[in-house]
């Protein structure tokens, strides 16, 4: 299997969150999977957060036997993400001419935990994009991309005590949590935010492992 540095970044807890306006997208219960675009190549690899894979028949056949739950992965990205995505970056002069890595959520109505179901229709939803590995803030990926499957917004605003609150408690109808994003550029920041009830799930499915699962 091929060895990469991690492709996405771990996301921290809120706990040390700016207090600052942010954006706040549903965080879903899925595996998160990249995808790498290069304006000579066109799409030419893709792969989890630990192992890249070439995007072509072969290493479609490598991954899927390293991962057979993501089996259906690749087909749904060349079918409904890649010719779109593209005509976007080739849009944009500065997004043209530069490598260029997106992020999708792999997920079925009961994927639970990373742990997918094998006859349950499966979807992906794109979170975020990385140009030469820098992250967009969140505004700018909305208006880039927000005309794609992307993450649902639950919340604009100011990051508060209370928003955090509020999201364990249920108040923002998700069924994992959020990822709250703000800034931009070298000054950009993540925090996660995961539900009391996610939290009762996770006590539930894994008793004394369930932090693994957590924040």
Request: proline fraction near 6%; charge should be negative.
């Amino acid at each position: 299997m091929p060895r990469i540095k991690l492709a996405y970044p771990k996301i921290p807890d809120s706990r040390a969150a700016p207090l600052e306006k942010c954006i706040a997208f549903e965080k879903y219960d899925g595996t998160n999977l990249h995808w790498v675009w290069e304006p000579e190549l066109g799409w030419y690899a893709f792969g989890t957060r630990r192992n890249r894979f070439d995007l072509d028949d072969r290493g479609i056949a490598a991954f899927t036997e390293d991962h057979p739950e993501l089996a259906q992965a690749p087909a749904l990205f060349l079918d409904e993400f890649a010719a779109p995505l593209q005509s976007t970056l080739l849009s944009r002069p500065d997004f043209a001419t530069r490598e260029v890595t997106v992020f999708t959520e792999f997920l079925d109505p009961r994927s639970f935990a990373g742990r997918h179901n094998a006859d349950d229709d499966k979807q992906l939803i794109l979170f975020d994009v990385a140009i030469e590995n820098q992250l967009l803030g969140p505004a700018q990926f909305l208006e880039d991309f927000g005309h794609l499957p992307v993450a649902r917004v639950v919340y604009r605003g100011r990051f508060t005590g209370q928003f955090t609150s509020d999201v364990r408690a249920g108040k923002y109808a998700v069924a994992e949590g959020v990822i709250c994003k703000g800034g931009t550029g070298s000054s950009l920041w993540m925090a996660k935010i995961k539900t009391d009830a996610y939290l009762a799930r996770l006590k539930t499915a894994f008793a004394d492992n369930w932090e693994q699962y957590w924040e």
